[in-house]
């Protein structure tokens, strides 16, 4: 969440940076309301603590001296009883100026571009060379269900809409795809992990997923539990209220899972095939670092997801999100956008984010730098999602008697 201290040292940039994010002028009047009263009402509260620390001194010069202590214990307990009932008010007003943080979005850092949406996000490179066909390429929900590969009827017989069945090649091809992105992953300095794919409601506030998008989740009923959204929630946790070393960092950690989502504000947006399903397989990159180490790891976490979608011979281009489109936890967001030729448009298929310490501070990651501990900067990245990975070779891949290759890279895991 973002720092309550700084919100009440300086509103008006605070809330100035927030207003860039989207966050409506109401939110702001009632955060700078309950700020000021909190942070008045502490100053109160420590006011009264110095004078009843003042007079605790001279109560023990009045007995040294034989003075009459009677009304000096009088006073002291006076400010004590005081004390405790201010104690009791500063903390409902933190524990509300608290509960409105936390539904707060990240501030945005100060190079993200102003925007209302995804129409003004900015292409900063594109890498690679879309294919030529010598016929109409098809999308891939024609190509599955040519090939035999994909059964959405099955899929929803199983489960509900948004879910599917792979079957077969695809089956295999989206286990290899899974393993060649491990292993990818690992030779540039990211350790695998083996996460839950359930959450507790502590878990999924650390990362930001709570209280604000529990619409979006899936609930485990009569359980503090919710299917996992993303490997990013398991993995920043791992560390969660943990004080590291700083010889620790930074942490490298890497993880397939599944994950699920209810897409609740996503009704009518791409109802056919495998691009928005409530269960999507993913291999996550996520890091723990040093504040002045989180930029560097950011074009490092960015390099390593477009050096996949290169070894696979994916044409893909670079986006830096603005204001407008970016995630409720990311400061800074570069979007990898792969080219369908069956869809003849670029579409998402990982983002990358840094968080600063808005994670940490929600989670309580620290590090100790010396005597003190520092709140470490946390980022996240798909590194790729594997259905829209599978989506984009079909299409990419595809010949003209609708049979589909496989990259060559693929070949030893299939």
């Known amino acids: 969440m973002i720092d309550i201290r700084q919100l009440q040292k300086d509103f008006e940039a605070t809330a100035t940076a927030l207003r860039r994010k989207g966050v409506e002028q109401g939110i702001l009047d009632n955060l700078k309301e309950l700020s000021n009263e909190a942070k008045a009402k502490r100053q109160e509260m420590e006011n009264v603590t110095a004078e009843q620390n003042k007079l605790s001194k001279e109560f023990g010069r009045y007995k040294k001296e034989g003075l009459d202590i009677a009304t000096l214990q009088a006073n002291i307990n006076e400010l004590k009883n005081k004390k405790q009932q201010m104690e009791e008010e500063v903390r409902v007003l933190e524990d509300k100026l608290t509960s409105i943080v936390l539904t707060v979005?990240?501030?945005?850092?100060?190079?993200?571009?102003?925007?209302?949406?995804?129409?003004?996000?900015?292409?900063?490179?594109?890498?690679?060379?879309?294919?030529?066909?010598?016929?109409?390429?098809?999308?891939?929900?024609?190509?599955?269900?040519?090939?035999?590969?994909?059964?959405?009827?099955?899929?929803?017989?199983?489960?509900?809409?948004?879910?599917?069945?792979?079957?077969?090649?695809?089956?295999?091809?989206?286990?290899?795809?899974?393993?060649?992105?491990?292993?990818?992953?690992?030779?540039?300095?990211?350790?695998?992990?083996?996460?839950?794919?359930?959450?507790?409601?502590?878990?999924?506030?650390?990362?930001?997923?709570?209280?604000?998008?529990?619409?979006?989740?899936?609930?485990?009923?009569?359980?503090?539990?919710?299917l996992i959204p993303t490997a990013e929630v398991s993995l920043t946790n791992l560390y969660n209220d943990e004080i590291l070393s700083e010889e620790q960092l930074p942490m490298l950690l890497t993880s397939y899972t599944p994950c699920f989502r209810k897409e609740a504000g996503s009704a009518g947006r791409d109802t056919r095939g495998l691009i928005r399903q409530h269960q999507f397989d993913k291999v996550e990159m996520v890091a723990i670092t040093k504040p002045e180490q989180s930029d560097e790891i950011f074009e490092k976490m960015v390099a390593c997801a477009s050096d996949l979608l290169t070894s696979l011979g994916l044409a893909h281009q670079k986006v830096m999100l603005c204001t407008g489109d970016l995630g409720f936890s990311a400061a800074k967001t570069i979007d990898l956008e792969v080219w369908l030729p069956g869809q003849n448009k670029y579409r998402e298929i990982s983002s990358i984010s840094n968080t600063r310490e808005f994670q940490s501070r929600r989670a309580k990651i620290r590090y100790k730098d010396g005597k003190q501990n520092i709140l470490t900067h946390t980022l996240n990245g798909s590194s790729l999602a594997v259905g829209r990975t599978l989506v984009a070779i079909m299409e990419n891949y595809q010949l003209s008697d609708g049979t589909i290759k496989i990259p060559q890279v693929l070949e030893k895991y299939m």
């Open 105 to 226: 979005p990240n501030l945005p850092d100060e190079n993200v571009p102003n925007g209302a949406d995804e129409n003004d996000n900015i292409v900063l490179e594109v890498v690679g060379e879309k294919p030529t066909f010598t016929f109409e390429p098809k999308e891939h929900w024609d190509l599955g269900e040519q090939n035999g590969w994909l059964d959405f009827e099955r899929g929803v017989k199983l489960a509900k809409s948004r879910f599917s069945a792979l079957k077969g090649t695809a089956a295999r091809l989206e286990r290899a795809l899974i393993n060649y992105m491990l292993d990818f992953n690992t030779a540039r300095g990211f350790e695998e992990w083996y996460v839950p794919f359930m959450a507790n409601s502590n878990t999924l506030q650390g990362t930001g997923q709570l209280p604000k998008f529990e619409e979006d989740l899936f609930k485990i009923e009569g359980e503090d539990l919710y």
